[in-house]
């Protein structure tokens, strides 16, 4: 039986040019098209076939690619996507996927050059953040979300390294995060056995920070309690509106109290690239570990999140086993322990490493920081705008590149009905979160693409729809 290689490499590598030089031109004109188009049922309807037997030609399914797949993006390509904080990608990245699926290296471990590219990567990322660079560890994985558990398993077993063996059935074990912690800090606790009522949420400030003096009360209630404090867990660009908790200030708590300090910084963290936002994370150099996402701020092509841990022998010891089949050898091809297996719940691993590599090598570090720069003042140039203008306000203050505002005449409903009409129209694509209860048109800047007449157009679309409806007798006024 024959292999999977093309009987003809001259047409296969005639479609392959025409395939790159095809999205080249997608990503260069993308902006032209608008930022969503939602997917005619037509189409669902062709794309759901029963399982091929006896497979089909590749000009055949490029063209299904094309017809059924492209118009449909999320758009976050599209310098008016702004709703989450997604990345938008680069021509280098793109390119850097392509070579690594040519090489299809498994980044488990073993001694080969993935490996050493990932791990150069990770000193460059303990590098930005101020962690130890030659003893500290890390490994990349898909995202803020695995990031953060590792963390709490490796943050948990540093604690009470016995849970390997007997789990947590022996232990009452309790963590901390503001109230404003992402989703995922919870939703660790839970996986890790923990339970998310393990993490404890401490309030907010004004300033949508967490409270240094509840969080120091409820860790002494806990100990009175004959809990287990064992972590705190602070926000670098906080999900809801870009606040950064006093880093510092809970580096020192966690310093008295004995405690791992985390850092969730899953965009913000990118901020340390910035001299001018860079101080806005005072402490982060003191963290245990810190998560954070490479294909947000610094755009790389999905995924590549990224955990770095302080000390890496703490780390390893959180996961690192030994097995007859995955024996370490001083030379060899199962040489170069540790492997990135000893990090995380992962063997199979693919190299995302060489998407980061390539668009850190080729953009550079003084760059990237420019691209915060600009997506914060992008951010700062909406919110003067909603302070100018009628019947529009800001519902919390501007830290990063995330802006909260609400359109003062209309319901939550109305507001939910209007974002979704936007949405629909091609013109911008914001989300909505809640700010002390209230709904809000979210703003996230991410995107190198995005410009300040990107935002106008948003916030002019806003007030044309929100007069339509207001004019159509769908709204209730602002109590």
């Known amino acids: 039986m024959a292999g999977l290689d093309p009987e003809n490499w001259s047409a296969l590598r005639a479609l392959g040019h025409q395939m790159l030089d095809d999205m080249f031109t997608q990503i260069e004109h993308r902006h032209q098209q608008p930022v969503w188009t939602p997917m005619p049922h037509k189409a669902r309807e062709?794309?759901?076939?029963?399982?091929?037997?006896?497979?089909?030609?590749?000009?055949e399914i490029y063209e299904c690619f094309q017809e059924l797949i492209v118009p449909y993006d999320n758009g976050n390509r599209h310098p008016r996507f702004m709703g989450w904080v997604h990345g938008a990608g680069t021509p280098i990245g793109m390119l850097a996927e392509?070579?690594?699926?040519g090489l299809n290296a498994n980044c488990g471990g073993r001694d080969h050059a993935a490996i050493e590219v990932e791990r150069e990567v990770l000193r460059w990322a303990r590098e930005m953040v101020g962690l130890p660079v030659e003893t500290g560890s890390g490994c990349l994985v898909t995202g803020s979300s695995m990031a953060n558990f590792i963390a709490v398993i490796t943050a948990s077993r540093t604690y009470q390294p016995a849970l390997r063996q007997q789990g947590v059935r022996?232990?009452?074990?309790?963590?901390?995060?503001?109230?404003?912690?992402?989703?995922?800090?919870?939703?660790?606790?839970?996986?890790?056995?923990?339970?998310?009522?393990?993490?404890r949420k401490i309030p907010t400030d004004g300033a949508h920070r967490v409270n240094v003096a509840a969080l120091r009360e409820q860790i002494k209630r806990d100990r009175a309690a004959g809990l287990e404090p064992f972590m705190i867990a602070g926000t670098a660009g906080t999900v809801d509106c870009g606040a950064v908790d006093p880093l510092d200030h809970l580096a020192d708590v966690a310093q008295?109290?004995?405690?791992?300090?985390?850092?969730?910084?899953?965009?913000?963290?990118?901020?340390?690239?910035?001299?001018?936002?860079?101080?806005?994370?005072?402490?982060?150099?003191?963290?245990?570990?810190v998560a954070f996402d490479f294909h947000k701020w610094a755009q790389v092509?999905?995924?590549?999140?990224?955990?770095?841990?302080?000390?890496?022998?703490?780390?390893a010891a959180a996961f690192a086993q030994s097995l007859d089949y995955l024996v370490r050898e001083d030379r060899g091809l199962a040489g170069n322990a540790p492997w990135f297996c000893d990090f995380g719940p992962d063997l199979s691993r693919g190299f995302r490493a060489l998407k980061v590599w390539m668009t850190l090598s080729h953009y550079g570090a003084d760059r990237m920081g420019q691209v915060v720069d600009k997506s914060c003042a992008v951010a700062r140039h909406l919110a003067q705008q909603i302070d100018r203008?009628?019947?529009?306000?800001?519902?919390?203050?501007?830290?990063?590149?995330?802006?909260?505002?609400?359109?003062?005449a209309l319901s939550d409903d109305a507001l939910s009905e209007l974002v979704k009409d936007l949405h629909e129209t091609g013109i911008a694509a914001p989300?909505?979160?809640?700010?002390?209860?209230?709904?809000?048109?979210?703003?996230?800047?991410?995107?190198?693409?995005?410009?300040?007449?990107?935002?106008?157009?948003?916030?002019?679309?806003?007030?044309?729809l929100a007069t339509k409806r207001l004019n159509a007798g769908v709204h209730e006024h602002k109590s």
């Open 256 to 289: 008295e109290e004995q405690l791992w300090f985390h850092v969730d910084g899953a965009f913000g963290a990118l901020a340390c690239l910035s001299p001018h936002y860079a101080p806005l994370l005072k402490g982060i150099e003191r963290a245990d570990s």
């Open 301 to 315: 092509p999905y995924d590549a999140g990224c955990v770095l841990v302080r000390d890496g022998k703490r780390h």
């Open 46 to 59: 062709e794309l759901r076939q029963s399982l091929p037997h006896d497979g089909c030609s590749l000009p």
């Open 98 to 101: 392509m070579l690594a699926g």
């Open 389 to 408: 203008t009628d019947g529009v306000t800001l519902l919390a203050p501007v830290t990063l590149n995330i802006v909260c505002f609400t359109v003062d």
């Open 431 to 464: 989300s909505t979160t809640r700010i002390n209860g209230q709904l809000a048109i979210r703003a996230a800047i991410v995107n190198h693409r995005t410009e300040t007449q990107d935002v106008d157009q948003m916030l002019d679309a806003v007030i044309a």
């Open 170 to 199: 022996h232990h009452a074990l309790v963590g901390y995060a503001p109230e404003s912690a992402h989703g995922c800090l919870p939703r660790a606790f839970d996986i890790a056995g923990l339970g998310s009522d393990a993490l």
